[in-house]
Structure formats: C-alpha cells, structure tokens
C-alpha cells in the first residue's frame, strides 16, 4: 500500500518536538517496516526530498507570494497564521499530486492540527482519513483563551476541515465523544495511538548532568496552560513541605501564556521558598528523554484538556506510576490506585494532596508495572492493524 501523511511536524534528525511529530512517526516507521510504501510531506525550513528509516521524507518549505503579504496588509497582519497554513495546505495538494503520478497514492492520512491536508481532502479524488488529535475550540476554551481574529479563523478551518472530511478517527473516547459534542460529528472511528521505544541507544548525559542523584517527579510536554502545568506549579509547596528531599523535573521549551511571559518563571515564582528543588532542562530528543522518565518517582500529568497525550504513553511504557485528570482520556487507561491515580482537573489541593499521598505508597513499582502492562493494549500489533483495516475500508468506500 503507498501511504501519504500531511503533517506540520514529523520528527527527523534535526526535528524532535511535537506531539502531532512522535504520534505519527511511530505509526509511518512500523507501515514501512511492514512493507508498505511510506511517503511524509512536512513542514520544514528547506525543501528536500530524503529516505530515512525505510520512509520517503518530503519536506515543504514556504516561500511567501505578493498576494499573501498583500492580504496580511490589508488584515493588519490579524490572521497571518490561518493563511501561512492554508498556503501550506495547497502547496502540500500539489506535491500530494506529484506523487500520485509517480506513484499512485493509495490513502492520504493527516491530522487536523493546522489543518494540513485541507486542500488535498479538496482537490484529490484520493482516499482521506483525517486524524483528530486535537481540537482548538475546546482545547482554547478549557484555558479561557481570548477570541482573537486568528483564534476564530484556525478554530473555524479546523472545525470546516473535520464536517468536510467523511473518514475521521480519534485516539480516544474523550475525543470522539468531544468531536460529537461541538460539531455532531457521527461514526468517528476508534484507533488508539500505537507505542513503542522508537530509540534504541539511550542517552544519559542529561540526566547525569543534571538529575542523577535526586528523587523527583516529573512533567514533560508543552510548558502550556491546557497541560495543567500552571495548577501543578500551585500544588507544589504543600508536597514540598510534607517531602523536603524532593525535587521536580521539567522537561519542555519555556512557554509564554496568559499568566506571564514565562511559564518557569511562573513556577519559581509559586515555590520561591523550594526554587533550589526545581529543575528545568528544556525539550530534549527520545533518547535523552526515557532515561530521565525511567529514574522519575512519579509522573504528574495534570491536563485540563488532552487526548491520549504522548507524555502518559511514553510513560507507563517504561514503567511508570503516572497522576492524570478525570475526563481528559487518562481514565481510559488508568485505574485510580491499581496502575495510576487520577484527579479532578484543575483541583489544586485535590492534586497536591494526590501526591503526597502516592510518595507514601511502599507498592509505586508493582502500579508501575501494572501500567506497562496495560500498554500491550498500544503494541503496533495491534494498533497499526487497526489502522491498516480502517485504510482498507476507507479505500473500498472509495471505489
């Protein structure tokens, strides 16, 4: 089968961050060990075609026309983004093009973030499954995000991308039910996330040089509001009271948001008397990152929108204990006490109190490997056979 994605974001030698980037990397690396012809069209710094992982690798970079700086002049630049992306979408339609010449596409697989395959979903008559792995509306409205011109415009392509497209799937329950709830969207097929360890020599000289030795919880993903990162920041100096030898890791780029230009600045300012026992290192590549989630005590995920997040895959397959929020798709996979906790979103004390109360547990690695072992349910096995019979299905509509 010749299989086309249409991403913003791909994980590449020099390109590792980005949820949208690992969820589909794991799904095209194992179709191609499977056999099947895999083709990525992502966005990039430079345009170029390369092979890497048994993957054909387009890369697709922009170059502004006259006619779009003239629209950014008469918008005062007030939606600049929603027409960088759908500039992206029609160059990407007509490289998808391309390839069904050369090639003969048989399915073409994007995402709804930024809406990348829009004009491919347009303008092709070929095969389309559109991926929900997030949703702008209710992802903005969780954290109270002021409705900008660009807001509504990419929330509204979005959602238009999503009715236009008859073959949507979802990760998880909560965005299928989500999907239903804001545009009564039917017959949304199930396909969870696959998880493996895409890396096989691991790096340790991060946590070397800045963790090791240290107890510590752990949160890693996007420093941004709809991850909770704010209401964990809250929630610390009473699990730094009752625990005065442990710390907390951040792993992820620093964030501008709502509360400040500086989300670590943010969470120093809440634990100023504990700021020695905050650590922040940035975003760091896989085989940096699993060292640093293998040492951690617990993983603290507090999420107050999310699908299936990448950060709680990656982390009860390597074994450990993780919090997570009720309804944001952890509680489809964690059972409170038995292979994870779970709390309230947004419940500051609630969150605090959860983890002081996991800390004391004696039995952390039998929920851990109770975790793992739940994660047999994402084996790519399993998952991306899932997928490959939904592509069949979808291509027989087709004809």
Known sequence: MNICFVLSEFITKESFVGGVAKTFYRFAKHLALCGHEVHVIMHAGCTEDIKDEGMFIHKLSLKTPLWVNAINKLTFGKVRGSIYWLLFSWEASKLVKRLDKEKKIDIIHSCNYHYTGLFSLILTKIPHIVQAVSFRPAWNNAIGMRKTSEIKMMEFVESLYLRASRNVCASSK????????????????????????????????????????????????????????????QALPKVFKEFPNIYVVFVGDDESTTLGPSMHEYIRAQNRPFADRLVFTGACPAAQLYPIIQNAKIVVLPSLVDSLPNALLDSIGQGKPVIGTIGCSFDEVIEDGVNGFLVPMGDVEALGKKICEALSRTDLEKIGMAAKEKMKEFAPEKTVAALVNYYKEVIQKKV
């Not at 999907?179 to 097929?189: A, C, G, H, I, S």
């Not at 963790?211 to 993903?221: D, N, Q």
Request: positive net charge; aromatic residues 18%; contains cysteine.
């Open 174 to 233: 909560c965005m299928r039910d989500m999907l239903f709830k804001w545009l009564r969207l039917k017959n949304v097929k199930f396909i969870p996330y696959t998880f493996y360890t895409e890396v096989e020599l691991l790096d340790y000289s991060l946590y070397k040089s800045k963790i090791e030795g240290k107890t510590y919880l752990l949160f890693f993903g996007q420093n941004k509001l709809h991850k909770g990162i704010h209401v964990l920041a």
